[in-house]
């Protein structure tokens, strides 16, 4: 079976400071792991996704992504953190074993601090 | 291109009732997947439609049903409904549902049941 663990359901940045959002996979097969962001009221915008091409996937927004195999984690960062960010972060990680099904954590709530 | 649309965005029911909630994919995508989105239980998987074939599904008791037709259009289908019911439910579709794929959502239809 997998399943991710976002380690943290809130977290709080100050505007500028760097952003870390944890997210660790379960998994005997490399998986296939996204990063989504949802915004109040509104749906799961992509963010980013790794799929074995290289393990430190950038996306939009200005953020990006590192996956280590030997940690099982994909852990989400930022450099500066903006108002704007301020949202849900969901990772996913689908996988081999099952065919297009995500499975998603449980969440993160970014608060960024002006 | 024009994205996933969730008819309709919002929707009172009472318990007991039934409702069905539409989604129409992205233009060329083939499989539809549906989300329960709820504060206490987060993102979880209803069902995934490839083809206009159930491929994956969720546990979710058996009020719960979909389909998906010809055009990639699918439905959802909530048969007496019950106050836990009440969640958002989001749509997400994806261009051939294969390995690593990314899924857009939709907007969601937020239901509310009294």
């Known amino acids: 079976a997998q399943s991710v663990t976002q380690l943290g359901s809130h977290v709080s940045v100050s505007e500028g400071a760097l952003v870390l959002l944890r997210c660790n996979y379960s998994?005997?097969?490399?998986?296939?792991l996204f990063w989504y962001v949802q915004y109040p009221n509104q749906g799961l915008q992509l963010l980013l996704k790794?799929?074995?091409?290289?393990?430190l996937v950038k996306g939009i927004n200005g953020f990006e992504a590192e996956f280590k195999k030997s940690e099982t984690s994909f852990h989400l960062t930022k450099p500066s953190a903006h108002m704007r960010d301020a949202a849900e972060y969901f990772c996913?990680?689908?996988?081999?074993?099952?065919?297009?099904?995500?499975?998603f954590g449980t969440g993160t709530s970014l608060t960024v601090i002006p | 291109k024009a994205g996933v649309t969730q008819t309709p965005r919002y929707l009172i029911k009472t318990r007991g009732q039934q409702v069905t909630l539409s989604c129409s994919p992205i233009s060329g995508h083939r499989s539809v997947s549906w989300y329960q989105q709820t504060p206490g239980q987060g993102l979880q998987f209803l069902f995934e439609?490839?083809?206009?074939?159930?491929?994956n599904k969720g546990n979710f008791p058996g009020r719960f049903s979909g389909r998906q037709f010809s055009n990639s259009r699918s439905e959802m289908n909530v048969s007496t409904l019950e106050l836990g019911d009440s969640a958002l439910y989001l749509c997400?579709?994806?261009?051939?549902?294969?390995?690593?794929?990314?899924?857009?959502f939709g907007p969601g239809t937020r239901l509310t049941v009294t």
């Open positions: 996913a990680v689908s996988g081999p074993n099952t065919g297009n099904q995500f499975y």
């Open positions: 998994s005997s097969v490399p998986p296939y």
């Open positions: 790794y799929t074995s091409a290289a393990t």
């Open positions: 997400a579709s994806s261009f051939l549902a294969g390995l690593g794929d990314e899924q857009y």
């Open positions: 439609y490839f083809s206009e074939t159930q491929r």
